[in-house]
Structures are given as structure tokens and as C-alpha cells.
């Protein structure tokens, strides 16, 4: 059926949609309903983002094609929505207000669900004002009103797109975070980038020439910590993204770093007589305290949500192996038994799994839970980031950043272009 979906799950999901409508009259402004997540290459909601018309009256409709598209490509990449091609638009950007909307224009092209607004323009101020409609039920689901400049359009796209999400599932979107990664594109040098989740703006935030490796945020989204060849080393480096200001944070040759949860220390793998063993570190770089002490390869420590464990890599079973210790002091707990090679880990926001990389048949990203069990295949790729919603992750494949569903039924395609792209990590929600 073009542009539609099969009678029996538009069956399913119109009754889906009663059911919010339900839920709005019980707790308005807060609906939730459920979509299940498609089959691979099923299809998703099918929902229809038209372009925010120009309430100025004249003048360009451009801001508000961007809008749309951005939007577009959020719900795109969140596996849960099909949105449905703009040239298939019988009705155009006019009627923003209710009265004024033809939904039978919309549900003859198979949308169920239906954004539309306008934006006003007084020099550089920007007014966004979106709205999400049921078109089954000629319903308003819900809407928000932004004020910004016109720089600010991709961010108000971004958090619309998460309180779509929110309304149509119970949970907002991760699509106001951004990703850094690493990347030689443009040179030889494998370098630090940030894009959204748009994965076209992409921005490059260190000039080293050099090689640098393992971005990770801290959690106001201000400053990261990576791994730098640029002095020898290689050495821990945290990066204002504010100032471009940089600084060491330890003498110690280094591999990994993590910033935990409430940023008030970094986890990081640093060479010490030898030894490769796990340290916590001040945001400044001072020693706060010695983790493991051991002769075996201790590296990549992810933090728990609620900063008080640590998932890493080690060897000391005799292959690269995930393992779990609480950074009080107790015993360490192997986690993973299945395949001789399991490394780069990285917890869920929710705590409830622990992805990482394993190589079998090439890399593969895994899911286990946090207490044990049988890990679970997502992917083809390696470096797992989570989101902050704990729905998707961010891992690198042949070169580029792409965004899985946790349980891999959905997986797209995040950057395009020259270079490798590699070791992805994904920040909390950006105000």
C-alpha cells in the first residue's frame, strides 16, 4: 500500500492512538501510548511533518522546510516512524490552527499521526510553535512554543522531535544530544568531531594533528576528556568546547578515560610501573584513588548510573574479557564467559545492560545484563555509546556512526562522507 501500512497493523496502531486520546482526558498534556518497535524493514508509524508556515505573511518559507526536515529525521532515525515523503502532500504549509486543518487530506495519504505550525520572524528572533495531531481521531495531541534566535532552529527541531517521542511513547527522545567522535576527514590526522543528530552538522573541535582517541562527555555537555597523542604519550587531555581551552590531566601514559555521571571524577586506565591499572581522577587531574593494582591490562572503564561501579576491560583471565567492581572497594565479578575476545563496555543509563564489543566473525556490539546472563547480538560494529533515553546506541561500522535500537531490529545510518569515523560517544539531553 503506498504511503500506508498493512490493514491489520493500521488496525493496530489507529486503536493505539484511541487509546492516547483516552489518556489525554486522564492526564492532559502527559499522553502515553505504546509503539512497538517494527520488524527490520517493517513499517513504522507512518506520520506526516509538514513545513512550519511563514505567520510573518511573506518572505521565505526556508526556515520552516528545515524545521520540518529535521524533525523528519529524528523520527526517522528512532526506527519508530515512517515519515511520509513531502511530495505526497496534498495540502500545503497553511493551517496551523485546528478549524483549519483537512484531515481527510492527510489520512488519504495513509498519515496517521501529523505535525504542523508556523514561525514568526522580528530581525534575528525566532517564535517556533509545533503542534502533533491524531489524524484517525481529528485530535490536537499536543504542542510547544519556542523563542530563540534564527541560529537556535536545529535545536528547537531537536526537542520538538524528543516531545513527539514523549507524547507518542511516555518518553522523550534523545535527538537534543549531540555525538562526539573521531575521524580523519579532512587529513591524516584522526581528530575530534561533535555532529547532531542529524549526523550533517558536524563540527571538528581539536586541530592537533595528531592522534587522538576515545571522546568521552562530561555531563553538562561543556567538556570532554580523550586521549591525545599530540605531547608523546599517549596522555589524558580534558577539552573545554566553550574556550577551545585543552589541559593534560596526568603524566601517566593513558588509554581510556570516562567522566562519571555527576562529573565529579574521571575514571581512567593509566600506565604506573608497568601496570596498566584503573585510577580515578579529580576533573583537574589529581589522583583521588588507585582502583586495581595488578600485572594484567586493566582499560575502557564505563561508569554505572549511579557512579558507584565500574564495567572494564581486563585480561586477567587470560583473554580480553568485561568485568564489574565497585569503586569502594570489594570483589570484582567477571560478566562476560561467551567468546575469548569482549572489550570497550559502556552501561546503560536505565543500569540495566552493559553493551560492548565483541569480535566473533568480526566485530560485533553485544548487550548483557548488568547481573549476568546470555548476551544478546545488536550489531555489526564496535564502540557502543548509549543513548540517554537507554533506547539506542552509536557504534562505528565500516567507516561510519550509525544508531541501532537496543535490541538491533532497527539500525540506520548516522554520517556520510569522506573519512573513518570512529569511537562515538553520545551526550546527555542539551538544554
Not at 95 to 108: E, K, R, T, V
Not at 188 to 213: C, M, P, S, Y
Not at 231 to 239: A, D, N
Not at 381 to 399: A, I, Q
Amino acid at each position: 500500500m503506498k504511503n500506508g501500512v498493512g490493514m491489520v497493523n493500521r488496525g493496530v496502531v489507529c486503536g493505539v492512538l484511541a487509546a492516547l486520546f483516552i489518556c489525554n482526558f486522564a492526564a492532559p498534556g502527559l499522553a502515553q501510548i505504546r509503539i512497538d518497535v517494527p520488524e527490520p524493514g517493517g513499517a513504522g508509524l507512518p506520520i506526516a511533518i509538514a513545513p512550519l508556515k511563514n505567520q510573518n505573511g511573506e518572505g521565505s518559507q526556508r526556515l520552516g522546510e528545515d524545521f520540518a526536515d529535521i524533525v523528519a529525521r529524528d523520527l526517522d532515525l528512532s526506527g519508530l516512524f515512517r515519515p511520509i515523503d513531502r511530495a505526497a502532500y496534498i495540502e500545503g504549509p497553511e493551517g496551523l490552527l485546528f478549524s483549519a486543518i483537512n484531515f481527510h487530506n492527510w489520512s488519504m495519504i495513509g498519515a496517521l499521526a501529523l505535525v504542523k505550525g508556523g514561525f514568526w520572524i522580528d530581525d534575528n528572533s525566532l517564535i517556533v510553535e509545533a503542534r502533533l495531531f491524531d489524524v484517525a481521531q481529528r485530535k490536537e495531541l499536543g504542542g510547544k512554543r519556542y523563542r530563540g534566535e534564527r541560529k537556535d532552529l536545529r535545536r528547537m527541531a531537536h526537542r520538538f522531535a524528543d516531545h513527539v517521542m514523549l507524547l507518542l511513547t511516555g518518553e522523550a527522545g534523545p535527538f537534543s544530544a549531540k555525538i562526539a567522535f573521531v575521524s580523519n576527514r579532512g587529513g591524516r590526522a584522526k581528530e575530534l568531531f561533535v555532529t547532531d543528530l542529524t549526523g550533517t552538522e558536524i563540527v571538528q573541535v581539536t586541530k592537533d594533528r595528531r592522534i587522538n582517541l576515545g571522546p568521552s562527555w562530561n555531563p553538562t555537555g561543556s567538556a570532554l576528556t580523550y586521549i591525545s597523542y599530540k605531547q608523546g604519550g599517549p596522555y589524558p587531555y580534558r577539552l573545554d568546547l566553550f574556550s577551545g581551552q585543552g589541559s593534560r590531566l596526568s603524566s601517566m601514559v593513558g588509554y581510556s578515560s570516562r567522566w562519571s555521571p555527576d562529573g565529579s571524577m574521571i575514571a581512567a586506565s593509566l600506565e604506573q610501573g608497568g601496570d596498566l591499572d584503573l585510577f580515578l581522577l579529580s576533573p583537574e587531574g589529581s589522583t583521588i584513588r588507585h582502583l586495581t593494582e595488578n600485572s594484567e591490562i586493566d582499560i575502557s572503564p564505563a561508569w554505572s548510573p549511579d557512579g558507584q561501579r565500574l564495567a572494564f576491560c581486563s585480561n586477567r583471565s587470560g583473554s580480553p574479557q568485561i568485568y564489574i567492581m565497585n569503586i569502594n572497594g570489594g570483589s570484582i565479578r567477571r560478566l562476560t564467559f561467551t567468546g575469548n575476545y569482549n572489550t570497550s563496555p559502556a552501561w546503560s543509563p536505565k543500569g540495566d545492560l552493559i553493551a560492548y564489543t565483541s569480535r566473533l566473525s568480526g566485530f560485533r556490539i553485544m548487550s548483557i545484563r548488568a547481573s549476568g546472563g546470555e548476551p544478546h547480538e545488536v550489531a555489526a560494529g564496535e564502540d557502543p555509546s548509549w543513548s540517554p533515553d537507554g533506547r539506542y546506541l552509536v557504534f562505528s561500522s565500516r567507516g561510519r556512526l550509525r544508531i541501532a535500537s537496543k535490541d538491533g531490529r532497527s539500525v540506520k545510518q548516522l554520517t556520510g562522507g569522506g573519512g573513518d569515523d570512529t569511537s562515538p560517544a553520545w551526550s546527555a539531553r542539551l538544554e
